[in-house]
């Protein structure tokens, strides 16, 4: 049973789906039909407590409410960046703590989710892999990161980029999508939500095959050994062996699609630029190579230095040149603008470490002098 706070036994609602609603509701002693209305109160109404479930009896709220909680945590800290971003941080199950990230952006406004506290890939560019595996979110855990958002009610889009690997968590990410995705949910257009990933072997299928969501791949580096180097990932599962997998998947299409019905899922691949590691032509070409025949898109991406390594982000000319030469060669790039750096909300800046060992010296006991 996944807990709404650390101690407390009670279910969480937020992530479960209409039948392990209903089965809470009949255990609750209301009828059937409550699931769906304790749905409705959840993901179109966004209530905060049982209390608030009025066309529920008050008898069956009360018994409800001693078995369950809606799991609505709010945030506990808010730092906001000259250029408007947000970041955000909220607690997790197990007295843990994620980093949400709120980018507006004109009539678009995007919030980076988290799916793990730390992460396990160990990428040499990135504060996450540096504070270690930690825990995996619950569902509840990463959709409260949008159902506690104070401008949630802004948000257009939905990306899985925060703390964490989300194959590393692919049952509660999915659920997730599902959630947000699903007509008893939030009812979103899956076009509006992309899922990131280094690639992971086991967990990579699911991702294409369960959900309709955009995918993006996170490969900064063309060549094996050199990816090696920046992503452990690599070693596991090339990504020379993930580009085939995806050969065999219909994504965007940026020319008409022959039946005249365009696809809906998009594809894009991740690409930190740096200097004199994947910036040169000969980069360029092996990515047109790795990519031949997908129809993708490559983002471009500066890096933002982090303590510890010998990483160093590529000039603004070099990284221009690489977009001008992949897209001449008609391989769509962009280069991404960097956001939210002043507050460490940048790609690959995220990380609770501190947040985390704060925790633990607040729970252990006091030594006697």
Same mark, same amino acid.
């Given at each position: 049973?996944?807990?709404?706070?650390?101690?407390?036994?009670?279910?969480?609602?937020?992530?479960?789906?209409?039948?392990?609603?209903?089965?809470?509701?009949?255990?609750?002693?209301?009828?059937?039909?409550?699931?769906?209305?304790?749905?409705?109160?959840?993901? &179109?109404?966004?209530?905060?407590?049982?209390?608030?479930?009025?066309?529920?009896?008050?008898?069956?709220?009360?018994?409800?409410?001693?078995?369950?909680?809606?799991?609505?945590?709010?945030?506990?800290?808010?730092?906001?960046?000259?250029?408007?971003?947000?970041?955000?941080?909220?607690?997790?199950?197990?007295?843990?703590?994620?980093?949400?990230?709120?980018?507006?952006?004109?009539?678009?406004?995007?919030?980076?989710?988290?799916?793990?506290?730390?992460?396990?890939?160990?990428?040499?560019?990135?504060? $996450?892999?540096?504070?270690?595996? +930690?825990?995996?979110?619950?569902?509840?855990?990463?959709?409260?990161?949008?159902?506690?958002?104070?401008?949630?009610?802004?948000?257009?889009?939905?990306?899985?980029?925060?703390?964490? %690997?989300?194959?590393?968590?692919?049952?509660?990410?999915?659920?997730?999508?599902?959630?947000?995705?699903?007509?008893?949910?939030?009812?979103?257009?899956?076009?509006?939500?992309?899922?990131?990933?280094?690639?992971?072997?086991?967990?990579?299928?699911? @991702?294409?095959?369960?959900?309709?969501?955009?995918?993006?791949?996170?490969?900064?580096?063309?060549?094996?050994?050199?990816?090696?180097?920046?992503?452990?990932?690599?070693?596991?599962?090339? +990504?020379?062996?993930? $580009?085939?997998?995806?050969?065999?998947?219909?994504?965007?299409?940026?020319?008409?699609?022959?039946?005249?019905?365009?696809?809906?899922?998009?594809?894009?691949?991740?690409?930190?630029?740096?200097?004199?590691?994947?910036?040169?032509?000969?980069?360029?070409? &092996?990515?047109?190579?790795?990519?031949?025949?997908?129809?993708?898109?490559?983002? @471009?991406?500066?890096?933002? &230095?982090?303590?510890?390594?010998?990483?160093?982000?590529?000039?603004?000319?070099?990284?221009?040149?690489?977009?001008?030469?992949?897209?001449?060669?008609?391989?769509? $790039?962009?280069?991404?603008?960097?956001?939210?750096?002043?507050?460490?909300?940048?790609?690959?800046?995220?990380?609770?470490?501190?947040?985390?060992?704060?925790?633990?010296? %607040?729970?252990?006991? %006091?030594?006697?002098?």
């Amino acid at each position: 049973m996944e807990n709404a706070v650390s101690g407390d036994e009670r279910a969480v609602l937020l992530g479960m789906e209409p039948s392990e609603l209903q089965a809470v509701a009949q255990a609750a002693g209301l009828p059937p039909f409550a699931g769906r209305q304790v749905a409705q109160w959840i993901y &179109a109404k966004h209530v905060t407590d049982v209390a608030q479930m009025t066309n529920l009896s008050k008898q069956g709220r009360a018994r409800l409410a001693e078995m369950a909680t809606v799991g609505c945590r709010p945030p506990l800290e808010r730092h906001e960046s000259v250029d408007g971003t947000v970041k955000y941080l909220f607690p997790a199950a197990g007295g843990h703590y994620v980093e949400t990230v709120f980018i507006p952006d004109g009539r678009r406004a995007t919030l980076c989710v988290s799916c793990q506290v730390g992460c396990k890939m160990g990428c040499a560019f990135c504060m $996450t892999g540096r504070q270690g595996f +930690v825990a995996s979110l619950t569902a509840a855990d990463i959709l409260n990161q949008i159902y506690s958002l104070p401008e949630r009610d802004r948000l257009t889009n939905i990306v899985f980029m925060g703390q964490g %690997e989300p194959l590393d968590n692919v049952d509660n990410v999915l659920r997730a999508a599902r959630v947000l995705t699903a007509s008893w949910g939030y009812a979103w257009s899956p076009k509006r939500i992309t899922i990131s990933t280094v690639g992971l072997r086991k967990n990579f299928r699911r @991702l294409l095959d369960e959900t309709s969501c955009h995918v993006a791949v996170s490969l900064h580096h063309p060549l094996h050994e050199g990816r090696a180097a920046l992503m452990p990932a690599e070693r596991a599962w090339p +990504v020379a062996e993930l $580009t085939d997998v995806l050969r065999g998947y219909d994504f965007c299409r940026r020319a008409p699609h022959p039946t005249g019905q365009p696809k809906q899922r998009r594809l894009s691949f991740e690409y930190i630029v740096f200097d004199g590691v994947n910036d040169t032509l000969r980069h360029a070409d &092996a990515l047109l190579s790795l990519l031949h025949g997908l129809d993708c898109r490559v983002n @471009l991406i500066r890096f933002h &230095a982090i303590p510890g390594t010998a990483l160093r982000g590529a000039p603004e000319s070099r990284m221009l040149r690489l977009r001008d030469y992949l897209t001449a060669h008609g391989l769509f $790039t962009t280069l991404r603008a960097s956001r939210g750096e002043d507050i460490m909300a940048a790609c690959g800046l995220l990380s609770t470490a501190h947040a985390e060992e704060e925790a633990r010296r %607040e729970a252990a006991p %006091e030594v006697e002098k």
